[in-house]
Nanobody
């Protein structure tokens, strides 16, 4: 059974940084894809970045150069390093996982989701 638990959210001023973590269990089969999504209030959930079981990453254009996705060596934790935060980055951030070789930033590609961690950026 896959379980994902996010942490590290909080309130920060514009230009600041945060590091989100996702503790994962049950993601033991390869290939897999793990990702971060976000959902601002009243808006649709959108993909932020993903990483595959072989380490390939992709980052959404809206955060490219500011956000970095990574995993620990044991591949049990997922991270999102966020720098240069802007007010428009404020959202609930979710960790997601999927098994298989096809990886994308589409919501429908992911079966397993955490409950989210809130990020609020003040301008």
């Amino acid at each position: 059974q896959v379980q994902l638990v996010e942490s590290g959210g909080g309130s920060v001023q514009g230009g600041g940084s945060l590091r989100l973590s996702c503790a994962g269990s049950g993601v033991t089969s390869s290939p897999y894809c793990m990702a971060w999504f976000r959902q601002p209030p009243g808006k649709e959930r959108e993909g932020v970045a993903y990483i595959t079981s072989v380490g390939t990453t992709r980052t959404a254009d809206s955060v490219k150069g500011r956000f970095t996705i990574s995993q620990d060596n044991a591949k049990t934790s997922l991270f999102l390093q966020m720098t240069g935060l802007k007010a428009e980055d404020s959202a609930m951030y979710y960790c997601a996982a999927a098994f298989g070789s096809v990886c994308s930033l589409g919501v429908s590609n992911f079966r397993y989701w955490g409950r989210g961690t809130q990020v609020t950026v003040s301008s």
